[in-house]
């Protein structure tokens, strides 16, 4: 299996645009995660999807935030307007729904954004 | 709420053995894991936890005692490559929601 693909690797985007980060999680998964990593943070959930229904987006930072997932292959973190604090490492995760060790969650490479 | 402390950084030398604790404290609990994360790369599953003991995984083991609300991750026979970040994350609640904490640096010295 190919793992999550996540793209783009990179975005840097000017404070205002609207960015939209891109997930593809392991084929099979019913769960869906988006994370957000900082130094001053560390890895925070954002929102997870089960069998592509928005399950907890109480992490989701404020309304500039918005995520979809309209298929099993795919979802969309898209943030508009962007500001510099949304400055982070964005990463994709998905995992199976099997109890104990199969809830593994298995992250993609990650989307660096950089909101000048 | 939840709370996950892990020491921010610790250095070791080539072949030895490090510890890595780990404390939580969470309302309901479904489990721990270990991941490591490269600089610059994605965290990496290292092993899970949900019984009290030790989990023996090769040169790495994870050690969980939940009514201290404390884990371990032991490196054994270090090799640089083993320098990373090492994250504690606890399963809570309904679902799968992973609460993760800050991470702890790990350099390997020769």
């Known amino acids: 299996d190919a793992g999550v693909i996540q793209s783009p690797r990179h975005e840097v985007t000017e404070m205002g645009q609207e960015v939209t980060l891109r997930c593809k999680p392991i084929s099979g998964h019913d769960y869906l995660f988006w994370y957000r990593q900082t130094m001053m943070r560390g890895l925070e959930l954002l929102i997870y999807f089960n069998n592509n229904v928005p399950i907890d987006d109480s992490g989701m930072p404020e309304d500039r935030f918005s995520a979809k997932m309209p298929n099993a292959s795919f979802s969309t973190l898209k943030i508009q307007p962007s500001e510099p604090r949304d400055s982070a490492v964005y990463f994709c995760a998905s995992s199976l729904n099997s109890g104990g060790a199969g809830d593994t969650q298995y992250f993609g ?8 | 709420g ?4 892990q020491p921010t950084e610790m250095t070791a030398t080539e072949g030895a053995i490090v510890q890595i604790n780990c404390t939580y404290q969470t309302s309901g609990f479904n489990g721990l894991f270990w991941y490591q994360q490269h600089a610059g790369e994605a965290p990496t599953f290292l092993s899970y936890n949900v019984l009290d003991g030790l989990e023996e995984k090769g040169r790495f083991s994870s050690f969980l005692s939940r009514s201290k609300g404390y884990s371990y991750l032991l490196l ?4 640089m490559k083993d320098s990373a970040s090492y994250l504690c994350a606890v399963f809570t609640g309904g679902g799968n929601k992973l609460t993760f904490g800050t991470g ?3 350099k390997v010295e020769l």
């Open chain 2, 2 to 5: 939840q709370n996950i402390d």
């Open chain 2, 104 to 106: 702890t640096q790990l």
């Open chain 1, 109 to 116: 490479p990650g989307t660096r954004l950089t909101v000048l």
């Open chain 2, 76 to 79: 054994k026979e270090l090799q």
